[in-house]
Nanobody, 123 residues
């Protein structure tokens, strides 16, 4: 199993940047595919980005391409989400998630979740 803890959320102005982090504990972090999802009030949880076990492949939701960057540091057991050109509609709770095999952009495909970190973008 893997335990996940997000950090780095906060309040930022529209057009600004923010980096959220997800620290993992437990063995074999480097073997997991890691994903970021977000959930705004009253909305479904949606896929943001995912990264392969070695960082060699990344995947993004269309609306995040070019603005968000997912990365990981396996030596630090941490995955990051760099968010640039933030918009008010990016306001949400951001969650990291882990799965053992293959890429997925569906929340139900990830068995391990963090508690989330809140990102608020003021317009």
């Amino acid at each position: 199993q893997v335990q996940l803890v997000e950090s780095g959320g906060g309040l930022v102005q529209a057009g600004g940047s923010l980096r959220v982090s997800c620290a993992a504990s437990g063995r074999r972090f480097s073997s997991y595919v890691m994903g970021w999802f977000r959930q705004a009030p009253g909305k479904e949880r949606e896929f943001v980005a995912a990264i392969s076990w070695n960082g060699g492949s990344t995947y993004y939701a269309d609306s995040m391409k070019g603005r968000f960057t997912i990365s990981r540091d396996n030596a630090k057991n941490t995955v990051y989400l760099q968010m640039n050109s933030l918009k008010a509609e990016d306001t949400a709770d951001y969650y990291c998630a882990a799965r053992e095999w293959g890429y997925s952009d569906v929340a139900s495909g990830y068995p391990y979740w963090g508690q989330g970190t809140q990102v608020t973008v003021s317009s």
